[in-house]
């Protein structure tokens, strides 16, 4: 089985300001009301909506409601965070809506909590669930002590890429950035249609984890106040990295998972994905009829040493007002600690999620058909990425505010808009947005 990933260490406080709304709105929260797994008490099953965009989500919540009468989960699939999900949510939220339980990135998690929008579920979840988890997943989790969501998986970046195409090109799999940039270079040369890789302008995370991977810290917490730093040394090599790249021509500018993206990885336009763990089973929905073309290789270094940021990677959360807790958190932890919980996601053939809880790798691994990929060990690729994943990342209180800044302003860079102007954008809306909500930041 695969190692553990290394442990990203957190600050040992994080804001007290992040969660003390939330500890006021969740303490009235009926967190555990609800009956046991038995069925509520006029004898019917406890009925949970669930709101989440995952792939293979569908399976699980099917595989669920099958071997579990006492509880019944009505699933509605929503889009993803960055594409509309997350304002769905939070919409659902202040009018008093909300499904029970819902899907929330790690990146996202600490904003919907300094909102009050979820629960404090520490008290059902015992130390026995806690140990399943990887630390760092766990970490993730809890904020301010308190432990707000259970994680499902773990999403350390990974390149996947034509081999056909490269093959063409006289190129190999790129181990740094130095030689990724020659490759781009080459394969442009040899086929002049044809780029290595996209800039998704409408998904910060991609970046994100660049600069997370180039050991960026953007926010860090001290006491009860929050230092913002997205504009440092690291973030700037990153960014001026990929505006070289953009300017010369040698990657594409392409919404995430579009139509025109999707259209230029069917024509071979586009012969590289730099994304996650995630986007193997992603890119296998996504042009089935290539099968057998694609492998997967680590994510290009500095310095060639395995290092690695995190692009995604879901939590289950429940949220404020449910009065369905303890079935929720029930749901939640056979969704992410049980072979028929994991399996029942990646069998579906759409997904490909590394799970947090590390006994579940050879579950996943034996589910996953890697025929898409040549029969290569994808799992192997994605255990190693995950021990390289780089310590110390913080994902801040107003992830909504710094990503939409970034979206924002990355969507001009086709219109004459630069990666720095865009980061530069995201310190400031961030720090006006703790500032509004009363949140000290940090000089």
Request: glycine share 10%; charged share 20%.
């Amino acid at each position: 089985m695969p190692t553990t990933p290394t442990r990203v260490r957190r600050a040992p406080r994080l804001a007290a300001a992040l969660v003390a709304s939330a500890l006021c709105v969740t303490s009235l929260a009926a967190c555990g009301s609800d009956s046991s797994s038995g069925g509520s008490d006029d004898g019917k099953p406890v009925a949970l909506t669930f709101w989440g965009w995952a792939k293979g989500t569908k399976e699980v919540v099917a595989a669920f409601n099958a071997s579990h009468p006492g509880i019944q989960v009505t699933y509605e699939e929503i889009p993803a965070g960055v594409a509309g999900g997350y304002a769905k949510i939070s919409n659902a939220v202040k009018a008093g809506n909300a499904p029970d339980v819902f899907n929330v990135e790690y990146s996202q998690l600490p904003d919907f909590v300094s909102q009050g929008a979820v629960q404090d579920i520490g008290k059902l979840v015992t130390d026995d669930v806690k140990s399943k988890y990887l630390n760092q997943a766990l970490d993730l989790t809890t904020l301010g002590g308190s432990t707000w969501a259970l994680p499902l998986d773990a999403s350390p970046q990974a390149f996947y890429y034509r081999k056909d195409l490269f093959d063409k090109a006289g190129i190999t799999a790129p181990k740094t950035w130095d030689e990724f940039r020659t490759a781009a270079q080459k394969l442009k040369e040899a086929q002049p249609d044809a780029r290595i890789a996209t800039f998704f302008p409408d998904d910060p995370t991609t970046f994100e984890a660049m600069a997370w991977q180039a050991d960026a810290h953007w926010f860090k917490s001290s006491g009860d106040a929050w230092k913002v730093d997205a504009t440092g040394p690291e973030t700037k090599k990153a960014g001026d990295y990929w505006q070289q790249l953009i300017n010369d021509d040698l990657v594409r500018v392409m919404p995430s998972f579009s139509q025109q993206w999707t259209a230029s990885l069917q024509k071979g336009e586009t012969a590289g994905y730099l994304g996650a763990s995630w986007g193997g089973g992603v890119l296998k929905g996504t042009v089935p009829d290539a099968s057998g073309k694609w492998a997967v290789a680590p994510v290009p270094t500095w310095d060639g040493n395995p290092a690695s940021g995190m692009v995604g990677g879901t939590t289950f959360a429940v949220s404020k007002n449910s009065k369905k807790a303890k079935a929720a958190v029930e749901f939640a932890t056979w969704a992410t600690t049980t072979p028929e919980g994991f399996s029942a996601r990646i069998a579906s053939g759409t997904s490909s999620a590394y799970p947090a809880a590390p006994a579940l790798v050879p579950v996943a691994q034996g589910a996953f058909k890697t025929d898409f990929y040549g029969g290569q060990d994808v799992y192997a690729i994605y255990a190693d990425a995950a021990k390289s994943i780089k310590p110390g990342w913080q994902w801040g209180p107003a992830m909504g505010a710094t990503n939409t800044s970034l979206k924002d302003a990355f969507g001009k860079l086709t219109q004459g808009g630069t990666i720095q102007s865009a980061v530069d954008a995201a310190q400031q809306a961030t720090v006006a947005e703790l500032k509004n909500r009363g949140i000290k930041v940090a000089q």
